[in-house]
């Protein structure tokens, strides 16, 4: 092996090593951990009161369409 393959190998193991030690820090790292947890938690709620929220939005809005539906049907079967 030449000297240069061998600092080349070098370089690769220390980009590797400093890799593996970024990752072992994230996971160590609780605070860090716990806040990404509590902002995909909140993330989560907020996404679900939004659909609750249109919910009854949709329902008002398909009856009012059906009623208009059979009031127009209504009215044509009154005049035929």
């Known amino acids: 092996m ?3 393959e061998l600092r080349q190998e070098i370089e690769q193991t220390r980009q590797s090593l400093g890799e593996t030690v970024d990752e ?3 996971k160590a790292d609780m605070k860090a951990r ?3 947890k509590a ?3 909140s993330g989560r709620v907020r996404r679900s ?4 929220r249109r919910w009854p939005v949709a329902v008002a809005a398909g009856v009012l369409v059906a009623g208009a539906g ?4 209504w009215q044509w079967k009154r005049q035929a």
């Open 70 to 73: 059979v009031v127009a049907v």
């Open 34 to 36: 716990a806040r990404a």
């Open 39 to 41: 902002a995909e938690m």
């Open 49 to 52: 009161q939004a659909v609750q």
């Open 2 to 4: 030449t000297a240069d």
């Open 24 to 26: 072992l820090a994230a």
